[in-house]
């Protein structure tokens, strides 16, 4: 059974940081592109970023709100993604979802959800 | 950036009715279309992908269509735990993009 326990979330100043963890189970985490994907209160989701597999060099794609702000990383002896976050701002609050997905050459779509991590970027 | 449109923004159905949900994009996105069902409080499940496969476990009642600019999510015969948000995505295009969302919500 595929698991994916986001952690870490928290109550940050702006331009403060924070750093969410996703550990993950029940699949070969070395091969998959993972991705975060973040719902502000009440809002819809947005797709945050993605990181390939090490195997392709691990390189990182990111939304245009992030950019130069997020990074995304993974540790594949832990199983775990990681979303650094750095010059938070308020319209940052959100939940943030960790994700597996189905990729048909550098798109596709997301098949298993963690549970997410609340994120509140407030003075 | 592929923007995609919800309509309704929210939809009143009784249980047993069938309910329809559309999606728009801003351009073509071919068949590449996925839906994702949400209920309060907890993460979004995949229902659909290529617009109309449905993913592993999904009940038969929920069926997807479309191609190109133009899609819907179906839903047969409302049964009570399907009262939730179903939000549509694309991934013909970079970035890929959700749709705004459309509530089912009981009559």
């Known amino acids: 059974e595929v698991q994916l326990v986001e952690s870490g979330g928290d109550l940050v100043k702006p331009g403060g940081s924070l750093r969410l963890s996703c550990v993950t189970s029940g699949f070969t985490f070395s091969n998959a592109w993972m991705s975060w994907v973040r719902q502000a209160p009440g809002k819809g989701l947005e797709w945050v970023g993605r990181i390939k597999s090490e195997l392709e060099g691990g390189p990182t794609d990111y939304a245009g709100p992030v950019r130069g702000r997020f990074t995304i990383s993974r540790d594949d002896s832990k199983n775990t993604l990681y979303l650094q976050m750095n010059s938070l701002k308020t319209e940052d609050t959100a939940d943030y979802y960790c994700t597996t997905g189905i990729w048909y050459g550098d798109l596709g779509y997301f098949d298993y959800w963690g549970q997410g991590t609340l994120v509140t970027v407030s003075s | 950036e592929i923007v995609m449109t919800q309509s309704p923004a929210t939809l009143s159905v009784s249980p047993g009715e069938r309910a329809t949900l559309s999606c728009r994009a801003s351009?073509?996105?071919?068949?590449?279309l996925a839906w994702y069902q949400q209920k309060p409080g907890q993460a979004p499940r995949l229902l659909i992908y290529g617009a109309s496969t449905r993913a592993t476990g999904i009940p038969a009642r929920f069926s997807g269509s479309g191609s190109v600019t133009e899609f819907t999510l179906t839903i047969s015969s409302l049964q009570s735990e399907d009262f939730a948000f179903y939000y549509c995505q694309q991934y013909n295009y970079w970035p890929l993009t959700f749709g705004g969302g459309t509530k089912v919500e009981i009559k």
């Open positions: 351009q073509t996105v071919s068949s590449y």
